[in-house]
């Protein structure tokens, strides 16, 4: 099982299933059997492994998890008309010659610096 939609796949196709023999069932109902059958106590704990087995979200182009420590300093680029979700690609337009090298400096760096 690769994440939580197979499992949610299972529970579908499960419920369709038992539907054609006039069996009907909610999708929590066959989401908890799925479980179950995986040898957990519920959908909850199943859900928790899976997200547990994934492994670290990391930036386009990075070949290794950056870790980021306590206390440690994130630059952050104010941008206007745009909200960023993980893993987005976006294009980043910018006017300012200082912004313009601070952007090349992360990117010939560890992708976070600053300077």
Known sequence: MRDFRDAKAMAHSLREALEAKSVSLTHS???ELVARTLGLPDWNHLAA???SSLPPLM????TNPVAITAGAGIPIVPMRDLVVFPQMVAPIF????????AIERALATDRRSSG
């Not at 930036?59 to 990075?62: E, F, Q, T």
């Open 29 to 31: 109902e066959s989401l």
């Open 49 to 51: 492994r899976i997200e």
């Open 59 to 62: 930036p386009a182009g990075a």
């Open 94 to 101: 910018v006017g300012r010659e200082k912004t313009r090298r």
